[in-house]
């Protein structure tokens, strides 16, 4: 029996290595991992989707995406055919923003949001006083594989301004209840992780593990 192709896109920035603790059963499934590559100029998300579907080499492909990558494989998936599309710890539609995120999308704030402190991990943590802000960056600092500022500079504008407003019914969600990015609250038809939180993906891998073969076979 020929094995399931399955490709996995981290968040924002983030490296591979997210997906270093998931471990799938080798007979039935064939992991591949995708990673972000810089945007060219002005590119649209659509079009960033047609490169990365290029790296996709199946067509039968189940496609798994944490957070924007989520939503990129949601993109990907309108694209090119695939088995399955499974997102984790991010949104079918811009309908389940939070109100921050649209009012940040509506007043167009992201602009002056200070992209250039992503790559600046070291001093942020120099001189953060909160330990849960300490904890993140520390994971940023682990997982982060792109600090490019046109990269974050597009990558943030393309999740604020991400247009899809019908939701595609065949996408699998998986979300955690204490997701502090998607609160749960404005997420519908998802299958719920007790305790999860937005980097559940590193923390949940215990989870993962024991439902994930399911989940993409069923």
């Not at 290595?17 to 998931?22: G, P, Q, S």
């Not at 960056?137 to 991400?162: C, G, Q």
Request: aromatic fraction near 10%; charged fraction near 30%.
């Amino acid at each position: 029996m020929s094995r399931i192709p399955v490709y996995f896109m981290p968040g924002l920035a983030a490296s591979p290595k997210i997906f270093e603790r998931i471990k799938l059963p080798e007979d039935q499934f064939e992991v591949h991992l995708l990673e972000w590559f810089l945007p060219e100029k002005k590119e649209t998300l659509t079009g960033y989707a047609k490169r990365m579907a290029e790296k996709i080499k199946h067509d039968d492909a189940v496609l798994i995406g944490v957070s924007f990558g989520g939503i990129l494989v949601e993109e990907i998936a309108k694209i090119k055919p695939v088995r399955k599309t499974i997102i984790i710890s991010s949104v079918k539609s811009m309908k389940e923003f939070p109100r921050r995120m649209k009012f940040v999308r509506n007043t167009k704030m992201y602009k002056l949001i200070p992209k250039r402190l992503f790559s600046k991990v070291e001093y942020l943590l120099k001189y953060s006083k909160s330990p849960r802000m300490k904890e993140r960056l520390e994971l940023y600092r682990t997982y982060l594989s792109v600090n490019d500022v046109k990269y974050l500079t597009w990558a943030i504008e393309n999740v604020l301004m991400w247009g899809r407003t019908e939701v595609d019914e065949k996408v699998v969600h998986i979300h955690g209840d204490k997701d502090d990015v998607f609160p749960i609250k404005n997420i519908k038809n998802c299958i719920v992780v007790k305790g999860g939180t937005h980097a559940m993906i590193l923390f949940k891998h215990k989870w993962m593990n024991e439902n994930l073969p399911r989940i993409i076979t069923e």
